[in-house]
């Protein structure tokens, strides 16, 4: 190994990439490569060949700098038209004017960075959180890694349900086939081989000693060098000409951005409307050309789609801190909408930490684990299913020696579980003889036995033995253990022995040893979260592979079994889908399914007007997964056909995980709702504000300058603040919202005007008194620019709860509001009292009396909500405690 690691450093495993890899034997490509298959790449090399190489990638990902967010801001049409204000007033105006205007947009140019960079950071983290991760040997060591990090020359190992990450020539397969339909087009798995050399001019879809990266294992198990990465590899080849392109947007993103563009229509009618009628009136035409482009910039709702990408990119950030991996904002979008959850059993809502807690015959039981040790993909680091794990931890408990067992035996050839055999089977040679190790449910191993295994004689299994077993195997099951059953067969018959078995002669003529069972209890915290559930008007239901009295036994453990209905995958195979439809609403606990009784399920669901989550980990849950609402596949034991077809991720496979992040989409989406809701609310105000003293006939209550930064407030307000907004108390306590609904429902619409009504009545009635005073007009705008920032700030403390009173919320629970409040004072009273900022921002200084009919005035336009809210509440508990009465 030591001369093989040495070459490899000074030859490039690239020299020879175009080489005819198919036309070498497994162990001249090795070489090549610079790598001894037993062992893999050590640490070193597989770093040094990284360095040179780079990421094993399609194409680059190109970083977004802070420049690149900055020049894509400033091409915004907004941003565009407040440069074109800022130009025209240097024309116009003075130079402290233009200065003043130019910072401003500096400021709010930053603010717009910051949040862009903030949402692409969320986005990027989940993106690299949810990259696929491959199995290799390194330094002689099973190790997963990201599959981006895979070099030439790595050892992956290959299993079903796994993504091929690189073009590799296998040098072991064992009943590997694979799916090869996405790179060319061949529906068919291809099977695959590692000991056969072929022609070089044989066409790639032949090539059966090669696997080829973005194809993917559908059954057996094998192992294979690395021989090209990247864009070298086939698929690189076909994908050369190809560009990366934006994530789709979410329905409420596209929704947002259609309402956006119909407001936008509005807005620009009243940013020249009142202008026209300010001319009309005899005001300044250059005044009033001004203030028409700084009313267009500040009503124009252009921020909404911003907003919605901030609160989802950020709930999906958050998410993946509780170990939910969001590959796609819709997602959180409607993760709050979530009405069932169909859950596996097995490491979701059970630990998946088995152990052999039982075993029939006992004094068989070293024979039984000899065999689960020949018929297991685990291996003794622990990888692997976790029933297999267990038994390979057992077995050195009873004296099985692993390594030496599995020394003299030959693999011939492996049968994977699956489904709907729901056996596995392993062929091995031993001396001349053929020795087949099987295990699986005891209803699909027992059926298949012929005679019962004996130390001194294999003697006739009758049917009452069977019957025997069976009963056996369910009183374990009714006491919530899950049961396997073990067999074998032995034969020197030449006519088998020369050639390979099918799987039919390989499962045929067993003999039975025993059962071997175990225990997975559940999770801690699952029943609270099965209750948190209930409370929320969320179904959860099991959807098991596992044997009914397990299944019943859990859901009964974990507060699931509510009436004891329980429908089995054969009694499922017997039911139409009309029927299914009927009983989908009030069972619980669905056992011995396969995935594809799993996806009618969710049909049958989703017909009954069900948003559906569920989980899956298997290759065929993909079609369940992607057809529910919320597919979610599982982290540690996913296959990644699952994960790829899933929209989140579960890092820790827990159920209570899925209960959070529903909890954090409800989140997301009130606080979405309550952005957007203060965001409208005071472009109409302002709209409002600007439109009536014009025709009234006073002039704007703002100048320009003082309009530009009140939109700096007001974004950053809903963009930023109302995505920090916690958890409301009852956020969990509520049914799930209806997403059929709109999302500007006649309830927001409302909220929206009455919240602009009354900060335009604090504001215009403000000014408008000020104005008629004589008091002049730079006075009245200053009232009327005071009384709005503080009025607007109020009113975002109003709106952070629609029901809850703000005494209630906590004034002090959001941080970022409680920050964002603290500037907007701060700007205001620096704005008022230093001369400088004065004559820059066009205000005046206030007298005491003046403050207080500004502040008066905004509390009596803001804290009316806080009014309704609180005899709301004192109303609501008095008709609770009336009904308890």
Request: charged residues 20%.
């Amino acid at each position: 190994m030591a001369a093989i690691s040495s070459a490899s450093r000074q030859t490039s495993p690239m020299a020879s990439q175009d080489s005819h890899w198919h036309a070498l034997p497994a162990d001249v490509a090795s070489a090549r490569l610079g790598v001894d298959p037993a062992s893999g790449l050590d640490e070193e090399v597989a770093h040094d060949r990284f360095l040179v190489f780079g990421p094993n990638r399609l194409s680059a990902q190109k970083q977004e700098t802070v420049w690149d967010i900055l020049l894509e801001e400033i091409r915004e049409p907004m941003i565009l038209l407040l440069l074109i204000t800022g130009v025209l007033y240097g024309i116009w105006g003075e130079l402290k004017d233009t200065v003043t205007i130019f910072v401003v947009i500096l400021a709010l140019l930053s603010a717009e960075v910051l949040n862009e960079r903030r949402a692409k950071r969320a986005i990027g983290a989940l993106i690299k959180l949810s990259e696929p991760t491959s199995l290799v040997i390194r330094g002689g060591q099973h190790r997963e890694i990201q599959s981006d990090q895979i070099v030439t020359g790595d050892v992956i190992l290959i299993k079903a349900g796994r993504r091929i990450p690189a073009d590799a020539r296998l040098t072991e397969a064992y009943g590997l086939a694979v799916d090869e339909s996405a790179l060319t087009g061949e529906s068919a798995p291809v099977e695959k081989v590692s000991d056969v050399i072929l022609p070089e001019t044989t066409p790639l879809p032949e090539r059966r000693n090669l696997v080829f990266a973005g194809t993917t294992a559908v059954r057996g198990r094998g192992a294979a060098v690395v021989v090209t990465i990247g864009m070298k590899t086939e698929v690189g080849r076909v994908a050369r000409l190809a560009r990366e392109v934006e994530a789709p947007r979410t329905p409420l993103q596209k929704a947002m951005a259609e309402l956006s563009k119909s407001l936008a229509w509005v807005a620009i009618g009243f940013s020249v409307l009142v202008p026209l009628l300010g001319w009309a009136g005899r005001q300044p035409p250059r005044q009033m050309i001004l203030t028409g482009l700084a009313l267009a910039f500040s009503v124009i709702p252009e921020e909404l789609p911003i907003i919605i990408t901030m609160v989802l990119a950020l709930g999906g950030y958050r998410l993946s801190k509780q170990h939910a991996i969001v590959k796609r904002l819709q997602a959180v979008e409607t993760l709050g909408a979530v009405t069932v959850i169909a859950t596996d059993k097995t490491g979701t809502l059970t630990k998946n930490r088995m152990d052999v807690s039982r075993v029939e015959p006992e004094k068989l039981r070293r024979k039984i684990l000899e065999i689960s040790v020949l018929c297991s993909d685990a291996v003794e680091t622990g990888q692997g299913d976790p029933l297999e794990t267990a038994l390979l931890r057992s077995a050195p408990e009873s004296g099985v020696d692993v390594a030496a067992l599995r020394r003299p035996y030959r693999l011939r050839d492996d049968f994977t579980f699956d489904n709907v055999r729901k056996r596995m089977s392993v062929v091995y040679e031993r001396d001349g003889e053929l020795v087949v190790a099987v295990k699986g449910a005891p209803e699909a191993v027992l059926p298949l036995c012929n005679s019962q295994w004996d130390p001194a004689d294999p003697r006739l299994l009758s049917e009452a033995d069977r019957q025997a077993a069976l009963a056996s195997a369910a009183q374990m099951a009714n006491e919530g253990l899950r049961v396997m059953a073990f067999a074998e067969r032995k034969t020197q018959d030449s006519a088998l022995t020369q050639n390979a078995l099918t799987q039919e002669q390989a499962e045929s003529d067993l003999t039975f040893v025993g059962l071997a069972a175990f225990s997975d209890p559940p999770r801690p915290d699952v029943p609270q979260a099965i209750a948190a559930c209930r409370t929320a008007g969320i179904r959860a239901i099991m959807v098991t592979g596992d044997h009914p009295l397990t299944a019943k036994v859990i859901a009964t453990q974990i507060g699931l079994d509510d009436d004891g209905r329980l429908l089995t995958g054969s009694e499922l195979d017997a039911m139409s889908d009309e029927a299914l439809k009927r009983s989908s609403a009030d069972v619980s606990i669905y056992a011995r399914t396969t995935p594809e009784q799993k996806l009618r399920i969710v049909r049958a669901l989703q017909e009954r007007g069900e948003i559906v989550a569920t989980t899956g980990d298997g290759i065929n849950d993909a079609p369940a997964l992607a057809a529910a609402d919320v597919g979610i596949a599982m982290g540690q034991t996913g296959t990644d056909v699952a994960r790829e077809a899933a929209d989140m991720v579960l890092a820790d496979d827990n159920f209570a995980t899925i209960v959070g992040a529903v909890k954090e989409g409800r989140i997301s989406f009130e606080n979405l709702r309550k952005g957007v809701r203060y965001y409208l609310a005071c472009k109409a105000a302002l709209i409002s504000t600007a439109l009536l003293p014009v025709l009234l006939g006073a002039p704007v209550p703002f100048a320009p300058v003082q309009i530009i930064l009140m939109e700096l407030f007001m974004d950053l307000a809903a963009s930023a603040a109302f995505v920090a907004e916690p958890a409301e108390a009852d956020s969990m306590r509520r049914p799930p919202r209806d997403p059929k609904a709109k999302f500007l429902d006649h309830s927001m619409v409302r909220s929206i005007f009455a919240s602009a009504a009354g900060l335009f009545a604090a504001v215009c009635g403000v000014y408008l008194a000020t104005w008629n005073s004589g008091a002049g007009l730079i006075t009245a705008q200053t009232m009327a620019f005071a009384t709005w920032l503080l009025g607007h700030v109020f009113l975002a403390f109003n709106l952070r709860s629609e029901r809850e009173p703000l005494f209630r919320v906590g004034f002090f629970t959001n941080w970022v509001m409680v920050i964002w409040a603290m500037a907007t004072v701060a700007v205001l009273l620096v704005a008022t009292f230093v001369p400088a900022t004065r004559q820059l921002i066009k205000v005046a200084s206030l007298q005491p009396m003046q403050w207080a009919v500004v502040l008066g005035a905004a509390l009596a336009g803001t804290f009316w909500i806080e009014a309704c809210k609180l005899i709301l509440a004192i109303r609501t508990r008095k008709s609770r405690e009336s009904t308890t009465t």
